[in-house]
């Protein structure tokens, strides 16, 4: 049995995705980076590139014993992670994109969107930051670094006994003391 792990962290930007969506106009590209072998879009655009993420608490463990079914049972390991992600917002309008994402990215609004995969837990200041073309032409870019947390949980295959026969032994009868 091969390790599970959900949500991972595509089921992460398949939420994260749409709610930029709602901060940009209709139709705008919102594309995960990084963004390999692939030209910038000619229209203005957002992109969601995780950066790092930091382990917050220690695992919470529990079990699934499917007895008295024959099938083997699992331990569920879950881990609280906080993830980072940038969002890049690209073009004309992309100071106001960003100020909105980081403005609402604090809000119960982004709570709601981001449920009950991920919640939102802080989004620093947006911050121009120019990218230079393959033409050599500036192209306006705004970019800001949203914090979320998530719980992925980790599944391995367990074996369970469902019952044990317990026989007392004299151990130093039975393995005497040197």
């Given at each position: 049995?091969?390790?599970?792990?959900?949500?991972?962290?595509d089921?992460?930007?398949?939420?994260l995705?749409?709610?930029?969506?709602?901060?940009?106009?209709?139709?705008?590209?919102?594309?995960?980076g990084?963004?390999?072998?692939?030209?910038?879009?000619?229209?203005?655009h957002?992109?969601?590139?995780?950066?790092?993420?930091?382990?917050?608490?220690?695992?919470?463990?529990?079990?699934?014993?499917?007895?008295?079914?024959?099938?083997?049972?699992?331990a569920?390991?879950?881990?609280?992670?906080?993830?980072?992600?940038?969002l890049?917002?690209?073009g004309a309008?992309?100071?106001?994109?960003?100020?909105?994402?980081?403005?609402?990215?604090?809000?119960a609004?982004?709570?709601?969107?981001?449920a009950?995969?991920?919640?939102?837990?802080?989004?620093?200041?947006?911050?121009?930051?120019?990218?230079?073309?393959?033409?050599?032409?500036y192209?306006?870019?705004?970019?800001?670094?949203?914090?979320?947390?998530?719980?992925?949980?980790?599944?391995?295959?367990?074996?369970?006994?469902?019952?044990?026969e317990v026989?007392?032994?004299?151990?130093?009868?039975?393995?005497?003391?040197?």
């Open positions: 049995m091969m390790l599970l792990v959900f949500p991972d962290l089921a992460l930007f398949l939420k995705q749409p709610f930029v969506q709602t901060i940009v106009p209709a139709g705008t590209p919102v594309l995960r990084p963004l390999n072998r692939t030209a910038q879009p000619a229209v203005d957002a992109v969601m590139t995780p950066l790092f993420f930091k382990r917050l608490r220690t695992n919470v463990d529990s079990y699934d014993d499917p007895a008295p079914e024959s099938d083997p049972g699992t569920l390991f879950e881990e609280g992670i906080e993830q980072h992600i940038q890049d917002f690209y309008q992309s100071a106001n994109w960003a100020t909105a994402a980081s403005n609402v990215f604090r809000s609004y982004a709570v709601d969107a981001l009950p995969t991920c919640a939102p837990l802080y989004a620093d200041e947006a911050r121009m930051i120019p990218l230079v073309t393959g033409e050599e032409q192209l306006e870019r705004w970019s800001l670094t949203a914090v979320l947390q998530y719980n992925p949980v980790t599944v391995v295959p367990q074996q369970f006994a469902d019952a044990a026989v007392l032994v004299e151990v130093d009868t039975r393995f005497p003391p040197p």
